[in-house]
């Protein structure tokens, strides 16, 4: 089993945080949360969201917080900020974009047909590069049958991973931990991950669990513990929203 966070050491130079499940609680990011992030970023320690949530969700997140970035699509999008605009990059080439969806949509087509129940998210209206198949927010697939369609989906050469309410999958080339290096990099200067902090929650978190070795799992996590190969270094009391508000009052004192 992991370490409690309280066996978690600093410095900090910022918190990679995951969305659904993590940041948010039965769905909604509670008032509490919010006022600890920012109390976290008030006391120099920046917040950056890493989610599988949509590009439109990134850039929303980006005007209305104080976040200093946004990993959406599981690393397919990246939004910063550059002389008070918010700036965009890709985790593949723009030009192959295109290409990638048309090839996706028409493979969501014959997963829903061959699996009842299966459907796009609704979120996948604001996705740029990745698509979501939702089996567990609207939708109601089992473990099972969601693990099948990852499964069918990596067989077929996409990047998919299931997160608490979707399976994400898109062209091969990016994931989280590809684009929160790239963020540490351009925006603190690093060249590795030893300063930063990482919590989750999920199977898609699991790249992140592995890449950073200060990674954290809220309670919740728990859930899918055996079915994790990579699990986080730390884990909270608290799940969701309420561990991440643990975390934040053990980061402060680091601070």
Same mark, same amino acid.
């Given at each position: 089993?992991?370490?409690?966070?309280?066996?978690?050491?600093?410095?900090?130079?910022?918190?990679?945080?995951?969305?659904?499940?993590?940041?948010?609680?039965?769905?909604?990011?509670?008032?509490?949360?919010?006022?600890?992030?920012?109390?976290?970023?008030?006391?120099?320690?920046?917040?950056?969201?890493?989610?599988?949530?949509?590009?439109?969700?990134?850039?929303?997140?980006?005007?209305?917080?104080?976040? /200093?970035?946004?990993?959406?699509?599981?690393?397919?999008? #990246?939004?910063? %900020?550059? =002389? *008070?605009?918010?700036?965009? !990059?890709?985790?593949?080439?723009?030009?192959?974009?295109?290409?990638?969806?048309?090839?996706?949509?028409?493979?969501?087509?014959?997963?829903?047909?061959?699996?009842?129940?299966?459907?796009?998210?609704?979120?996948?209206?604001?996705?740029?590069?990745?698509?979501?198949?939702?089996?567990?927010?609207? /939708?109601?697939?089992?473990?099972?049958?969601?693990?099948? #369609?990852?499964? %069918?989906? =990596? *067989?077929?050469?996409?990047? !998919?991973?299931?997160?608490?309410?979707?399976?994400?999958?898109?062209?091969?080339?990016?994931?989280?931990?590809?684009?929160?290096?790239?963020?540490?990099?351009?925006?603190?200067?690093?060249?590795?991950?030893?300063?930063?902090?990482?919590?989750?929650?999920?199977?898609?978190?699991?790249?992140?669990? /592995?890449?950073?070795?200060?990674?954290?799992?809220?309670?919740?996590?728990?859930?899918?513990?055996?079915?994790?190969?990579?699990?986080?270094?730390?884990?909270?009391?608290?799940?969701?929203?309420?561990?991440?508000?643990?975390?934040?009052?053990?980061?402060?004192?680091?601070?």
């Amino acid at each position: 089993m992991a370490s409690p966070i309280k066996e978690l050491s600093g410095p900090v130079k910022a918190l990679f945080s995951d969305l659904d499940g993590t940041l948010t609680t039965s769905g909604h990011i509670e008032v509490a949360t919010v006022v600890a992030m920012e109390k976290l970023v008030s006391a120099g320690v920046p917040v950056i969201i890493v989610t599988g949530r949509p590009a439109g969700w990134g850039h929303t997140f980006m005007g209305l917080t104080d976040v /200093s970035a946004v990993v959406a699509e599981n690393g397919a999008v #990246i939004f910063t %900020r550059e =002389r *008070g605009r918010v700036i965009r !990059a890709y985790g593949i080439e723009e030009d192959e974009i295109k290409g990638h969806r048309r090839q996706m949509s028409a493979v969501v087509r014959q997963i829903m047909a061959d699996i009842p129940g299966a459907r796009l998210s609704v979120d996948s209206a604001y996705r740029e590069v990745d698509l979501a198949i939702d089996w567990n927010e609207d /939708s109601t697939l089992s473990v099972n049958q969601a693990q099948e #369609i990852v499964d %069918r989906l =990596r *067989g077929m050469g996409f990047n !998919a991973s299931r997160s608490s309410v979707h399976i994400n999958f898109g062209p091969p080339g990016f994931d989280k931990l590809t684009a929160c290096q790239i963020l540490a990099k351009e925006l603190y200067g690093a060249t590795d991950l030893d300063e930063f902090v990482f919590v989750g929650d999920s199977l898609n978190d699991e790249v992140c669990f /592995s890449g950073f070795a200060r990674s954290v799992g809220v309670s919740n996590t728990k859930e899918v513990w055996e079915t994790l190969e990579d699990k986080p270094k730390y884990i909270t009391e608290g799940e969701e929203g309420e561990g991440v508000r643990e975390l934040v009052e053990h980061l402060l004192t680091l601070s």
